[in-house]
Antibody, heavy 120, light 108 residues
Framework: QVQLVQTGAEVKKPGASVKLSCKAS????????MHWVRQAPGQGLEWMGM????????TYAQKFQGRVTMTRDTSTSTVYMELSSLRSEDTAVYFC?????????????WGQGSLVTVSS | SSELTQDPAVSVALGQTVRITCQGD??????ATWYQQKPGQATVLVIY???NRPSGIPARFSGSSSGNTASLTITGAQAEDEADYYC???????????FGGGTKLTVL
């Protein structure tokens, strides 16, 4: 079955960067897009971007362009999301989510989330 | 960029029918997708496309759309349906994927 295992919690200072991982198993890694979505405390879901593990092409939300980088390692079936120039507003749970068979834009399988706390 | 608007909170009596709505310009061109989020559990895709349910999603969940409004209907709501529900859709004017603000469903 599809499993997405994410990095544990991180605490970062303002201005720093964080790199989160999402290790996939249970399917052919390069056949499915991976999305990153975040959720600030008590807030809704916010789409950050996606990566096509087959080739590594990325599409980022306009809000995060210039600050986010998504990469993948096909040898370990892992995708990474690095967010730089962190500020307090970036405190959130970050989810990776694999697409559904019926569409790359459908988030069919979700990881458990990684809490990132940005605090001085 | 496009936005999707949801009512912040909706309640329903146990066993009754509830409709959760999502409004936005992108819905004139694309179907809404619906997700269920419960505390401490992985988020679940419940409805996509015209009215498709992934395997394991009960038949009491259904979706519909008209104009710029999409709806998630739960017919005979159960206690376990109490959750936050998010719509999203594709979008051709800004980000390729956009989410609504979410609706907290309370089952009374």
């Amino acid at each position: 079955q599809v499993q997405l295992v994410q990095t544990g919690a991180e605490v970062k200072k303002p201005g720093a960067s964080v790199k989160l991982s999402c290790k996939a198993s249970g399917y052919t890694f390069t056949n499915h897009y991976m999305h990153w979505v975040r959720q600030a405390p008590g807030q809704g879901l916010e789409w950050m971007g996606m990566i096509n593990p087959n080739g590594g092409s990325t599409t980022y939300a306009q809000k995060f362009q210039g600050r986010v980088t998504m990469t993948r390692d096909t040898s370990t079936s892992t995708v990474y999301m690095e967010l730089s120039s962190l500020r307090s507003e970036d405190t959130a749970v970050y989810f990776c989510a694999r697409d559904h068979n019926d569409g790359y834009y459908l988030l069919g399988y979700w990881g458990q989330g990684s809490l990132v706390t940005v605090s001085s | 960029s496009s936005e999707l608007t949801q009512d912040p909170a909706v309640s329903v009596a146990l066993g009754q029918t509830v409709r959760i709505t999502c409004q936005g310009d992108s819905l004139r061109n694309y179907y809404a997708t619906w997700y269920q989020q419960k505390p401490g559990q992985a988020t679940v895709l419940v409805i996509y496309g015209k009215n498709n349910r992934p395997s394991g999603i009960p038949a009491r969940f259904s979706g519909s759309s008209s104009g710029n409004t999409a709806s998630l209907t739960i017919t005979g709501a159960q206690a376990e349906d109490e959750a936050d529900y998010y719509c999203n859709s594709r979008d051709s004017t800004g980000n390729p994927v956009v989410f609504g603000g979410g609706t907290k469903l309370t089952v009374l």
